[in-house]
């Protein structure tokens, strides 16, 4: 299959090459549609950020490409799968767009990713986790950009452990996907030779977390992982700074946490936690002088999911330069082989599963102390290399991938 | 170590202990239900919306008028309350000739506007509130480690309940409004002006909404989404406890935060179910809720 | 425990009104089977899914009186039930409909015997508070895949003979099992079993002194409800090829309650076109800068201060009254 689909892309880079006629764009502009939660619980990790991001990634080619205007359309999915299906066939079949981004909510992405391999379309994945995505269901034309679930839970469980916190004890959100965060983890921590000295499980959208606290400071572990998010990570966090865990010496790590979580957490409640990220706007000049950019559009700093937008969609429109068309599996192909380069991510590439290896950072929160002004949350602790961030793609069970 | 079915005491005493700040919340909550339940018939869905507005008027006093905690304390439920006397005047009394279910569906329309429009205004994350430094800090109580804050939420708010439930069954104003429940062209005919007793008491209700609230936004996020999963639990608590029964909420709120805390430590994958299937039993066993009477 | 007792009082009466009511029938039908080749099918389906669901919603509002609170634990179940016996079962997608439709009839009856024991309000909050238990299970059990849902379920082959990845065969499949059901609503409204509901409906006791065992009738009529809420979820689910939590949680029971309020209460065609509104309007604020909660809460509002009997039920009203 992949031979074939290779072969077919050489053939028609080939000809693309003998011929050199004008750029073949597809009814002569590049629409891209962000579909995000604009109103629900993602809407301050995604939402109009993203949109914003990904008009600064067009901006940057004069909103224009191989010849073609750049035009960006928003949608909010409402965090309902059936409401980000229904845009996305209406987008690609009514709409004249070419590629879809962002997509929080694992339920809404897998959904989207469904209807973007049937139809051909480009589909630029920052906002959802699930592994699926470039696992079972992974898709030519699907690009898992920016986090994922295992690199949330298996990259803190190894940094951590290489820290010498090797008893872990986890609060873990009762579905699929807390299960799913503790399990990597735990796979992580006990491959290193670490142990699990037990884990509670709770249900979805729990205020109160004294008592599973409680269970998990008598458990006598040196991490205490989260794995759980959003909501329940913000309200866990904060119990725990107010039953004195983490001055008792047990540290807290997130297995899913972005830094609008912080931001609404403060200082004084996260300080110490730790946890991975992909992004943070305070790395260096690029990823600063872009982050206030953003800042002077958005009146906040981005994060990662926003960042990672503009990284994916400019990452496309290179792609459709260089490949002088829309025609999504050339611009797919295109996508594999250029490298990634920009404030996001060095040196990153595009496996064959659809995921984007980049390094990922192990980071603590600051005490309020240590924090010079707003959003200066983070210290970077280590820098997880690219390779051992990401499940290696032999192992994902995505069919792409020989 | 001693134990009891497996379970060490001092976990279990936590637990309990842990179970009863959380049942003084639903206690709380239910409470103002059946206040308002009781004078006016109307099941409030914005309830829950309105707990959520006293959390983020402390918030706002905080951050943009440097009123603390103690000063949230006392302003947060009167602004709650008057927004709530707003809402019945304008609203809400032009439906009391109607069928009942039309109060629900009004409120549940009223929830949805203000949860969408904090949700609008300051995003979803919510808002960091800090715990006021006389009440910083806790006990070792050998057995767990009790946040002072913590202590603090239990004795406040069964004050507040029981003051409550004294004011409306044992003082000349609580007959009065007992019997405007009972007969209110009969009332208004003593000379007592029932429109404005209703509308005050749905200001009482929906401002201790808006203390709960307050007492609240330490420990929890404050967060526009707060009260949406809450306010279900503590209609099935009210339906356990019989509705507009005073003495019935209080004390099926405080059971059933025991209950969750006991659940959480045998089988804590249930326990947000364990509600719903006393609810159920209950109902079963006797239809009209453990305080209540039939209608 | 009359909601919509001053609305259905001109709704259907008499036989002029019915042949009036089988006429405009005939029409909507028409455009239904036109509409497909003029708006988009995907979204014309999920019309009519939601459609359904309102209108087997309304059969218990409008036609019994009780308030259901609950309705999309039904919906949201059989949507699980057809997309877990098509897509893992591979049952074929008349049978994965038949499953969901019966299991959410069951579900009817185990809540019908708690619930029915009270009414009003109570019978809205107790169907509210199993509907949350009921999002809680789907939540955990593995089966449902919490929050990915269940993806890219097939829609196969309806008795073998029509290929429903057609969108226009798919269509017109769904707009068939819509008609079947507001068939079966039509003939229940009007059949003795109706008129015992809606005296039920108008005056309990009364019905009770007459010797009606009135609890037994509620049961019936809420069980055939919940069923046919499970039609429509499950269609959902072949229709999206997916089934996600979203349909079980209590702002859908809300959203559903919203559709009819808004249509009519107690009119056979109002949540049709309640159900269309608002599934045109979540689609249109998807693009706009709008807040929908705010928007579907405002609508909410005003139905409920000045607008009590829907749209359907206010045209109904100014009809000239014929035959009176």
């Not at chain 2, 409030?44 to 006293?54: C, I, K, R, S, T």
């Not at chain 2, 509308?199 to 936004?217: D, E, K, M, N, R």
Request: net charge positive; glycine share 12%; with cysteine.
């Amino acid at each position: 299959m992949r031979t074939l689909l290779l072969a077919g892309t050489a053939l028609l880079t080939l000809a693309g090459t003998a011929i050199p006629a004008a750029a073949q764009v597809s009814d002569n502009v590049i629409r891209i549609g962000v579909l995000n939660d604009r109103s629900g619980i993602y809407a301050d990790l995604a939402g109009e950020g993203s949109a914003i991001a990904a008009r600064m990634a067009a901006e940057e080619f004069g909103n224009k490409v191989a010849g073609a205007p750049v035009e960006i359309v928003v949608a909010d999915h409402q965090n309902k799968a059936d409401i980000a299906a229904s845009k996305a066939r209406e987008w690609v079949d009514t709409g004249g767009v070419d590629v879809i981004a962002d997509v929080p909510n694992s339920a809404a992405a897998l959904a989207v990713q469904g209807i973007t391999k049937d139809k051909k379309r480009i589909f630029l994945m920052s906002g959802p986790g699930a592994t699926a995505l470039t696992g079972a269901q992974c898709s030519p034309y699907g690009f898992h950009w920016t986090y994922d679930n295992y690199a949330m839970a298996a990259g803190t469980g190894r940094a951590l452990y290489e820290q010498g916190k090797k008893k872990w004890f986890f609060v873990t959100a009762d579905y699929a996907f807390g299960q799913s965060l503790e399990e990597e983890t735990t796979k992580m921590v006990k491959s290193l030779g670490g142990t699990v000295a037990g884990a509670v499980r709770h249900p979805l959208g729990t205020a109160d977390f004294s008592s599973f606290l409680l269970q998990a400071q008598g458990s006598g572990a040196d991490v205490i992982g989260l794995a759980n998010a959003g909501g329940d990570t913000v309200n866990a966090v904060k119990q725990a700074a107010e039953f004195g865990i983490t001055q008792s010496g047990q540290s807290l790590a997130g297995l899913l946490m972005f830094i609008s979580d912080v931001h609404a957490l403060g200082l004084q409640a996260a300080q110490g936690l730790m946890f991975t990220e992909g992004f943070y706007w305070d790395m260096d000049d690029q990823t600063r002088d872009w982050s206030k950019k953003f800042e002077a559009k958005a009146g906040k700093k981005p994060t990662m999911v926003q960042a990672g937008v503009y990284s994916a969609v400019k990452h496309y429109l290179k792609a459709v330069e260089a490949a002088k068309t829309d025609d999504a599996d050339k611009v797919a192909a295109k996508m594999r082989e250029l490298p990634v380069e920009d404030m996001f991510a060095r040196k990153g590439k595009v496996a064959a599963n659809g995921r984007m290896f980049h390094d990922m950072y192990l980071v603590q929160v600051k005490t309020p102390a240590e924090s010079k002004g707003p959003w200066d949350y983070y210290k970077v602790v280590k820098t997880i290399p690219a390779d051992t961030a990401f499940m290696d793609p032999k192992q994902s069970g995505c069919p792409l991938v020989k | 170590m001693v134990s009891l079915l497996g379970i060490p005491p001092q976990v279990l005493f936590g637990q309990l202990l842990l179970g009863l700040i959380n049942g003084s919340f639903y206690a709380l909550l239910s409470l103002g239900l059946a206040v308002i339940f009781g004078m006016l018939n109307v099941i409030n869905f914005a309830h829950g919306a309105l707990y959520m507005v006293g959390a983020f008027v402390a918030w706002l006093l905080l951050t943009y008028a440097g009123v603390g905690y103690w000063g949230a304390l006392v302003v947060a439920p009167l602004v709650v309350g008057l927004l709530g006397i707003a809402l019945e005047k304008s609203m809400l009394s032009r439906l009391y000739k109607l069928d009942h279910l039309y109060g629900l569906l009004l409120t549940f329309g009223l929830a949805l506007i203000l949860e969408g429009a904090f949700r609008h205004q300051y995003g979803v994350s919510g808002q960091p509130y800090p715990i006021p430094d006389a009440l910083k800090g806790g006990q070792n109580l050998g057995f767990m480690f009790l946040p002072n804050y913590r202590a603090w939420v239990v004795v406040a708010s069964l004050t507040i309940c029981f003051g409550t439930w004294f004011a409306i069954e044992r003082t000349k104003l609580g007959a009065y409004l007992r019997a405007a429940t009972e007969n209110p062209t009969l009332v208004q005919a003593f000379g007592i002006n029932v429109p404005v007793m209703v509308s005050l008491t749905y200001g009482f209700g929906v401002a201790l909404a808006g203390l709960a609230g307050v007492l609240a936004a330490p420990i929890y996020q404050v967060s526009p989404l707060m009260g949406s999963n809450l306010i279900i639990i503590v209609f099935a608590v009210v339906v356990i406890g019989g509705m507009g029964s005073i003495l019935g909420a209080i004390v099926t709120g405080l059971g059933l935060g025991l209950l969750e805390g006991l659940t959480k430590v045998f089988y804590p994958e249930a326990s947000n179910i364990v509600v719903f299937v006393v609810m159920a039993i209950v109902l079963l066993i006797k239809p009209a809720g453990l305080f209540g009477r039939e209608r | 425990m009359s909601v919509a007792s001053n609305s259905t009082h001109v709704a259907l009466r008499g036989p002029a009104r019915g042949t009036g009511t089988a006429m405009i029938a005939a029409a909507l039908l028409l455009v239904a089977v036109a509409a497909p080749f003029v708006l988009y099918p995907v979204f014309l389906m999920k019309v009519l899914c939601f459609a359904l669901f309102a209108c087997a919603f309304n059969l218990l509002i409008g036609f019994a009186g009780l308030l259901s609170f609950g309705h999309a634990a039904f919906f949201g179940s059989a949507a699980y039930i057809a997309a877990h016996t098509v897509k893992v079962w591979n049952w074929a997608p008349e049978f994965g409909l038949i499953a969901a439709t019966a299991v959410a009839g069951l579900m009817g009856l185990v809540f019908g015997l708690i619930a029915i024991r009270r009414q009003g309000i109570y019978f809205a909050m107790i169907t509210l508070a199993l509907s949350q238990m009921v999002f809680f299970l789907a939540l955990q059990l593995p089966f449902t895949h919490g929050e990915d849902g269940i993806q890219g379920v097939p829609r196969g082959t309806l008795f073998g003979l029509f290929d429903l990845n057609q969108p226009l065969t798919m269509y017109y499949a769904v707009l068939a099992i819509f008609v079947g059901g507001f068939a079966l609503i039509w003939r229940t409204v009007h059949s003795p079993f109706g008129q015992v509901l809606k005296a039920i409906r108008e005056n309990e006791p009364r019905a009770v002194s007459l010797g009606y065992r009135t609890d037994r009738y509620k049961l019936v009529a809420f069980v055939l409800s919940a069923s046919l809420a499970g039609l429509a979820g499950g269609t959902k689910a072949l229709v999206f090829q997916l089934a996600s939590l979203t349909d079980v949680t209590w702002q859908m029971s809300g959203e559903v309650v919203l559709m009819t309020l808004l249509g009519g209460m107690g009119t056979l065609f109002g949540p049709v076109v309640g159900a269309g509104l608002v599934v045109t309007l979540e689609s249109y604020l998807a693009s706009t800068s709008l807040p929908v909660p705010v928007v579907i809460g405002c609508i909410f509002v005003v139905c409920v201060l000045v607008f009590r009997r829907g749209i359907v039920g206010e045209l109904l009203a100014r009809l000239p009254k014929r035959g009176r």
